[in-house]
């Protein structure tokens, strides 16, 4: 589990960027 031994930036980070792939995700279904 070393390997997910991420800082809060990257968490953060990594939950913008999954929150806007969600939001695309749903973009592109409406389409």
């Known amino acids: 589990a070393k390997r997910f ?3 809060v930036d990257e968490l953060k980070m990594l ?3 999954t929150a ?3 939001k695309l995700g749903q973009v592109l ?3």
Request: net charge neutral.
């Open 15 to 17: 939950n913008e960027m």
């Open 5 to 7: 031994n991420l800082s």
């Open 20 to 22: 806007d792939g969600i």
């Open 29 to 31: 279904k409406v389409k």
